[in-house]
């Protein structure tokens, strides 16, 4: 089974600084996706960025990129430029890619709290 | 821009009634999901629901729990006997695919807070 780990429990950023948010996953597969979802007090769920495992260049959206490691099986997360807005709770998620199968579903890490000081 | 919508955002239960959580996926997505938070913890799936019937379940989906399609477009959870421990945040989800260009991206709802006393 995929397991998804985010060892930082919280992180704490100074407003305009740059942040970065670790995950590791575990899979034997060789095509899958991964995700950063953030999820504000809310608790929407809110996709920030995604990562297609075949393609070799980072994903970014934005202030918001990834730094993906295929081999080292590492996804994380850099936010740039930290705004008040970005504290929240942030969620890796990791889908394998198995056709057009509705049985995958999404296995989360267990997130990181992220705190932006002014 | 299209979206996932759930009611009630907050239900409050009592200890063995039956609820019914409602979810209105993206009118053209074709699968849909279950997903579960307890306060403070992950994320975890529930179910996957595609052409009218369960694709995949996880352990937590027990006999307690059914969904249904019921029309075109209601996606419902029911939880027959409702326990303390079902108290968590409920979350939706729906996903297109079933096109060339397969999408894996799942949209969420906004969750229905579900507290059972």
């Known amino acids: 089974a995929q397991t998804v780990t985010q060892s930082q429990p919280e992180m704490s950023v100074q407003e305009a600084e740059t942040v970065t948010l670790s995950c590791t996953y575990d899979?034997?597969?060789?095509?899958?996706?991964l995700f950063w979802y953030k999820q504000p007090p809310s608790r929407q769920m809110i996709l920030v960025i995604r990562?297609?495992?075949?393609?070799?260049q980072n994903a970014t959206e934005n202030r918001f990129s990834v730094n993906f490691q295929k081999a080292a099986k590492s996804f994380s997360l850099k936010i740039s430029d930290s705004q008040l807005g970005d504290a929240a709770m942030y969620f890796c998620a990791y889908i394998q890619e198995v056709g057009d199968q509705a049985g995958n579903m999404l296995t989360f890490g267990g997130g990181t709290r992220l705190m932006v000081k002014p | 821009e299209p979206e996932v919508t759930q009611t009630p955002s907050h239900q409050v239960t009592q200890m063995g009634q039956e609820v019914i959580l409602r979810c209105v996926p993206i009118s053209n997505h074709l699968y849909f999901y279950w997903y579960r938070q307890i306060l403070g913890q992950k994320v975890e799936f529930l179910v996957s629901?595609?052409?009218?019937?369960?694709?995949?379940k996880s352990e937590i989906f027990d006999d307690q729990f059914s969904v249904e399609r019921p029309d075109g477009s209601n996606f419902t959870l029911k939880i027959r006997s409702t326990k303390l421990e079902d108290s968590a945040m409920y979350f939706c989800?729906?996903?297109?695919?079933?096109?060339?260009?397969?999408?894996?991206?799942?949209?969420f709802g906004p969750g229905t807070r579900l507290t059972v006393t």
């Open positions: 899979t034997s597969e060789s095509d899958y996706y």
């Open positions: 629901f595609y052409n009218n019937e369960i694709s995949e």
């Open positions: 990562q297609e495992a075949y393609k070799q």
């Open positions: 989800a729906s996903r297109e695919g079933a096109s060339f260009h397969y999408s894996y991206e799942q949209y």
